[in-house]
């Protein structure tokens, strides 16, 4: 059952839990329903491929493979840790993500 992801593409995040425990990077794309996310340098497999139109050569290529979102924590904006996400209305009513860690908002 697909949950509110609270992780969103470009965040930056840190890698909780795996191979790449304690790694960061950018978040190049979140799927929901499967409740993972794809993290840039995180979590590289090789990848055989076929020659095609595409890619004439074809072989063994590196790509980043999906990591559960539970697996991977926001990067707190002012002090560059690990933080839970919350949310809060702000002053204009828009609901906003914020750090649990230091009480920042989370653009």
């Not at 002012?78 to 649990?100: F, L, P, Q």
């Amino acid at each position: 059952m697909a949950t509110k992801m609270k992780i969103k593409k470009n965040d930056s995040v840190v890698v909780l839990a795996g191979k790449d425990k304690g790694k960061t990077g950018i978040v190049k794309s979140v799927s929901p329903k499967e409740n993972r996310v794809v993290v840039v340098g995180v979590n590289r497999v090789t990848r055989h491929t076929k020659p095609s139109q595409a890619d004439p050569q074809g072989g063994r290529k590196l790509i980043e493979a999906p990591l559960h979102a539970s697996n991977v924590a926001l990067i707190d904006p002012k002090d560059n840790k690990a933080t839970r996400v919350g949310y809060k209305i702000a002053k204009d009513g828009a609901k906003v993500r914020v750090s649990k860690r230091s009480g920042e908002v989370i653009e």
